[in-house]
């Protein structure tokens, strides 16, 4: 079954308002909400348009597997990602 034309409300990295990106860093563990949030207001603002693509690709992973790339217990074998996950982790040092 396909969406309709103009159903697919997925928005683009520029499209999100600030609220909405802070509304989708809000996970089901405190770890993720404190790391997301910190990144969000310490290195969103610097990040070009494929880095928040990459961002928001991020927020659409499960809590748990998101948690495990920032803890380093897994990687990803995306480059964008990986790197992304890098400044995620950086952020939270600073």
Known sequence: MSLPDG????KQPAELSLPELRWQCRRGMLEL?????TFLDRQYAQLDEKQ??????????PDQTLYEL???TM???SPDIA????RLR????Q
């Open 7 to 10: 159903a697919d409300q997925t």
């Open 75 to 77: 990687t990803s074998a």
């Open 83 to 86: 790197d992304l996950v890098s």
């Open 90 to 93: 950086s952020a939270a040092m």
């Open 70 to 72: 920032l803890m380093a």
């Open 33 to 37: 909400d404190i790391l997301l949030n």
């Open 52 to 61: 928040r693509e990459t961002f928001v690709s991020l927020l659409a992973y």
